[in-house]
């Protein structure tokens, strides 16, 4: 039989069987240094044990417990690949306010590195976005037929701005004429038609009561107010 190994690498000079026999039969006397203070049992390391906030100690110092650790849950997700995707799920499932606030606080703290990959990673591909629009149009051709219809037989009508302003209606900057926004040639600051309130946001608060306005906005703020009227926004950069 093989000589038996503990977790932390030490190596027995009996096998498993044997090296139980013996650590039973021989008489065990009390250790007058509490668990807490004792070394790491790693031969050669003299650091002291993790203590968890429960008042558990372990057998092992910080360093050895990660690296014991590590490979535990290494070999774990050997053996149950999908562990991750199953409890992430399930997370957010039971905990949706939770996951939501915390993907709010990290898009906040870590904005500008987000927008800044984002853009890199589009300039590197630039016929993406227009592909993968039609792809979405070729795989859910019922989603983009719902959704014109919705705004055609939409319950409020839209109310043109007259005079017409040459300004953008949420940055406050001018729009150039010249400059437009197309599918194969995206310019943030081309025009486009604004809705005040959004479509989508009115569809979601039939009790709103004020005026429905088209107005011009720039493509960027257009794209940037997304599905939200001007009161629930922060204030925009002038393009």
């Known amino acids: 039989m093989p000589r038996a190994i503990a977790k932390s690498g030490r190596v027995y000079y009996r096998c498993l069987t044997h090296n139980r ?3 039973q039969s021989r008489p065990k006397e009390p250790n007058p240094i509490p668990l807490n203070q004792r070394p790491c049992s ?3 390391c003299n650091e002291s044990r993790v203590v968890s906030k429960f008042g558990k100690t372990y057998p092992w110092c910080r360093v050895h417990r990660n ?3 590590a490979v535990f849950n290494r070999d774990y997700r050997k053996q149950n690949p999908d562990f991750n995707a199953r409890h992430g799920r399930l997370f957010r499932e039971r905990h949706p306010e939770t996951r939501k606030a915390w993907d709010h606080r990290y898009y906040e703290n870590n904005k500008e590195r987000l927008l800044t990959q984002a853009k890199v990673w589009l300039d590197a591909r630039p016929g993406y976005v227009t592909e993968s629009g039609r792809r979405f149009r070729e795989r859910h051709p019922e989603r983009v037929v719902d959704q014109r219809r919705k705004r055609r037989e939409a319950p409020f009508s839209y109310v043109r701005m007259n005079p017409w302003p ?8 001018s729009i150039d004429p010249t400059r437009t926004h197309r599918q194969y ?7 486009s038609l604004g809705h005040e309130p959004p479509i989508a946001w009115a569809f979601k608060h ?3 009561t004020g ?11 257009n794209a940037h107010k997304r599905a939200r009227p001007d009161w629930e ?3 925009r950069k002038t393009l």
Request: net charge negative.
């Open 206 to 208: 039939p009790e709103y």
């Open 166 to 173: 040459s300004v953008c209606q949420y940055c406050g900057s």
């Open 233 to 235: 926004l922060p204030p």
């Open 21 to 23: 026999e013996y650590a």
């Open 211 to 221: 005026p429905y306005v088209l107005r011009p906005e720039h493509w960027g703020c």
């Open 42 to 44: 790693v031969n050669g």
């Open 185 to 191: 040639r995206h310019d943030p600051l081309g025009s």
């Open 67 to 69: 690296e014991v650790r």
